[in-house]
C-alpha cells in the first residue's frame, strides 16, 4: 500500500513538473472601478384635466476602469525583461460596437514561483441614459456613450509572445474583427 501511494505521489509530481514546464506564465486581470452617477433631471409625470406629462429620468455617468494585471512565474526559472502589453476594449451603449479605448505597456522582472501585479492606465467612460419610468413611454428610453467591455494581454519574453489573456473570451474574435495585434 505504502509502496503505491509512492509511486502514485511520484507520478503525480512529475505531470505537475511538465505543467509548468509548459505553462510559464499565467495571466489573471480583475477589475478597479470608480463611478461616479449624477442625475441630471428627475422623472416626473403630472396630470392636467385629461392628458398626462411625463418627464423622463435623465442620467449621466462616468466610469473610470484601472484594471490590474496579475502576472504568475509558474516556472523554475526568473522572467527578466518581461514586456507586458494590453489593450482595453469599450462598447457603445446603443449599438454594442466594440473598440478599442485605451492601451499601454510595461516591463517587468518575475522571480521563480512569484507573481506581480501591474496596473494599467485609467480609461474613463461616459454615458447617459434617459429612462421613462411610467406609462407607455418606456419604449422612448435611450443609452448613449460608452462602458467597459474587456481586455486582451499579452506577455512576450524577448521577441517571443509567451502568454495571453482575454476577458472575456470574445475579446479575441473582436481583435480580430477590428484588426488589431499587439
Keep these: ?6 509511486i502514485l505521489l511520484t507520478l503525480l509530481l512529475a505531470a505537475q513538473s511538465y505543467a509548468q514546464g509548459n505553462l510559464a506564465l499565467r495571466i489573471t486581470t480583475e477589475r478597479q472601478q470608480k463611478t461616479q452617477r449624477e442625475i441630471v433631471q428627475r ?5 392636467q384635466g385629461n392628458a398626462e406629462y411625463h418627464k423622463p429620468e435623465v442620467a449621466e455617468q462616468t466610469q473610470a ?6 502576472l504568475q512565474n509558474m516556472s523554475g526559472a526568473d522572467l527578466k525583461g518581461l514586456l507586458v ?5 469599450g462598447k457603445d451603449k446603443s449599438g454594442q460596437t466594440v473598440k478599442a479605448a485605451g492601451q499601454g505597456e510595461q516591463t517587468v522582472d518575475i522571480k521563480s514561483l512569484q507573481a506581480v501585479t501591474v496596473e494599467t492606465k485609467p480609461v474613463e467612460f ?5 429612462t421613462f419610468r411610467n406609462g407607455e413611454f418606456t419604449s422612448l428610453n435611450t443609452r448613449e456613450g460608452e462602458q467597459y467591455y474587456g481586455i486582451a ?3 512576450y519574453l524577448g521577441t517571443k509572445q509567451i502568454a495571453t489573456s482575454f476577458e472575456p473570451s470574445g475579446v479575441e474574435k473582436q ?4 484588426g488589431l495585434s499587439f
Design 85 to 89: 502589453k494590453y489593450i482595453v476594449f
Design 43 to 47: 422623472a416626473t409625470m403630472r396630470a
Design 65 to 70: 476602469v484601472v484594471m490590474n494585471v496579475k
Design 153 to 155: 494581454v499579452a506577455a
Design 175 to 178: 481583435m480580430a474583427k477590428l
Design 1 to 6: 500500500m505504502k509502496r503505491s501511494t509512492l
Design 126 to 130: 461616459k454615458s447617459r441614459d434617459r
